[in-house]
């Protein structure tokens, strides 16, 4: 079952792909999953107690003007199937094999500020340079990591924080007071 996201999401790119509509379908799968995982949508379409039909009615009213109709079938297949959990899990997938096609990434920046429009642009500019992909970076602030940065990107993390610094130079002490 947990390579079912990834059927769904195969089966989506390849209809995207298909018909030409990959740029379309990112940015509408992009809307919905910011949907199902800030609103209570995923909580209607996930509870038991809503019958299959009340959440056809439901998908039809809340996305049925704003998707492409095999996005919107995608949606009500899942709940034909009772699979709703996999709706969010599959659009992740979905975006991410658009994005590989486009030769894109998303890159998560951790800071201790908030970085201005020019430092986001320049480390947007050296990322997209050394990775050769067009980065997307979405910054996050965290005043506890003191300063510097970390970067989740591609499945690597570099971690250049005061916080994590001063941890590294406390383990670093305590295993010299040891020997």
Same mark, same amino acid.
């Given at each position: &079952?947990?390579?079912? @996201? ?13 018909? @030409? ?6 940015? $509408? ?9 800030? %609103?209570?949508?995923?909580?209607? +379409?996930? #509870?038991? &107690? ?9 998908? $039809?009213?809340?996305? /049925?003007?704003?998707? #492409? ?5 995608? &949606?009500? +297949?899942? *709940? ?7 709706? =969010? ?14 030769? $894109? ?11 201005? %429009? ?20 979405? *910054?996050? =602030? ?9 970067? #989740?990107?591609? /499945? ?19 295993? @010299?007071?040891?020997?």
């Amino acid at each position: &079952m947990a390579d079912l @996201g990834i059927r769904y999401a195969t089966a989506l790119f390849q209809i995207s792909e298909e018909s @030409g509509l990959l740029n379309e379908y990112l940015e $509408q799968a992009l809307f919905l999953q910011n949907t199902l995982k800030d %609103d209570d949508a995923l909580g209607i +379409l996930t #509870h038991p &107690m809503i019958s299959a039909d009340e959440k056809y009615a439901f998908i $039809q009213s809340a996305f /049925g003007e704003s998707i #492409h109709e095999d996005l919107l079938g995608f &949606m009500k +297949l899942t *709940v034909a199937k009772n699979r709703e959990a996999f709706l =969010v899990p599959a659009l992740e997938k979905l975006i991410n094999m658009i994005k590989v096609r486009h030769n $894109q990434t998303s890159a998560k920046v951790v800071s201790a500020v908030p970085l201005t %429009d020019a430092q986001a642009a320049q480390l947007t500019a050296t990322l997209t340079r050394k990775l050769g992909k067009v980065v997307d970076i979405t *910054v996050v =602030v965290d005043p506890s990591t003191i300063a510097g940065l970390s970067i #989740h990107v591609d /499945g690597y993390f570099l971690d250049r924080t005061v916080k994590t610094m001063l941890k590294d130079l406390k383990e670093t002490v305590r295993k @010299g007071a040891s020997e």
